[in-house]
């Protein structure tokens, strides 16, 4: 008898253990609308966020403004709040390509840092980020923009 006892304890911690993992990432794949502002031209466009596992997470985003193009890929160290239900919070960093359409076609490599929220709204497929996400050009005539923020919505496929 102990021992059918101590299997079905075994059994609901693992369970629960399993539970308890789940928790930790709200959803799998996500797409949405990033909108990247602050400082310079406001840029817009489509975004994708998949996690990896229970706190790692790729994004990539291609933006639009006028006459700029960018192209970017983040990595993030993802974990929730305890006691609020779908609120994480995240670090990263990624590289960024922007193109440049105006008097001369240019290229500029960047770094963006990252650390933001975000929100999955409970018993609902949407997601709302927003983070600080400044931008380091790195080519060219190096620079820093501190005041560059993110702001995003997903629908979350699974």
Sequence with gaps: MKKVF??????????LGIQES??????????????????????????IKHAFSAHNAGQAQVLFGDHITTIGAD??????????????WYVGVGPQLTFFDSKHVDTQFALRPAAGLEFVIPQSPI??????KPWWTLSGSS?????????GFKYILK
């Design 143 to 151: 620079h820093f923009e501190a005041g560059r923020f993110s702001l």
């Design 6 to 15: 101590l299997s079905i304890i075994t059994a609901a911690a693992l369970t």
């Design 22 to 47: 789940k928790a930790q990432t709200p959803y799998k794949t996500a797409l949405g609308l990033g909108i990247d502002l602050g400082d310079g031209a406001t840029l817009f466009g489509p975004q």
């Design 127 to 132: 997601g709302i980020h927003f983070d600080w």
């Design 75 to 88: 990595y993030s160290y993802n974990k929730p709040f305890q006691g609020a239900n779908g609120l994480n």
